[in-house]
């Protein structure tokens, strides 16, 4: 699915950067030029935003545009036919997932290393590392309880991609519902605790690409804490 999102995103980037080059521009009765050219600031940015961060935002955009014109003018001297361009893109991508996972791994790798010298940290045989600041009371969650948290995540740069303080709201999930990081670092605190959590990417999202914010192969840094637990609760057998 990432895949074909990305392979549209080429297809229809190259198609506006290729409407740009035109010297003829269609117009239809009753729409304004000024809404024409905001659509097509729009156009730029929502594909814009699909090509950032992603596997395909280091592509030759001259190229898209050089190629779609020759299609647009039924040139038939590109080397891709309408078949066999999705089957290299695909191709593309998958191997640059492969390459951009071992770049990723050994900056990762160096990372943790460093990382783990810090005073206060603790690396877990997952890889995993955290640092205490609170350890809270000794109601801790597990696997299957639902827990109440605060929390802040962000990359390694510092930037923020999600926020509960933010959104002055705190968030209510079992903890076996979210990403294996997650449910091994919030289970180290207890009630009214509070834990930093390094996530090494294969314990996160992986080659998932969840959007600009949070591309593939990120490693997160979570600030988390740990509000309220909220222990399993069976549901009772129907009687016969």
Known sequence: MKIFKS???VALSAMFLASCTTTTVKTVPG??????DSASIAVGVAFGNMLKGSQMENLN???IKSTMIKVLKGDTSVIFNAQEA???IQSYMMKMSETMGRIRAEEEKKFFEENKKN???EETDSGLQ???EVPGSEVKPTLQDTVEVNY???????KVFDSSYDRGETVKFPVNGVIPGWQEGVQ????GGKVKLWIPFNLAYGAQDMGPDLPAYSTLLFDVELIKVMPFQPKEEKKK
């Open 31 to 36: 729409i304004p030029q000024g809404a024409v």
């Open 119 to 121: 005073e206060g940290v």
């Open 130 to 132: 955290y640092l205490i």
């Open 61 to 63: 955009l001259e190229k």
């Open 188 to 191: 180290l605190i207890g009630e």
């Open 86 to 88: 999705p089957m290299y």
């Open 152 to 158: 802040k995540g962000s990359l390694l740069n510092g």
């Open 7 to 9: 392979i549209v995103a």
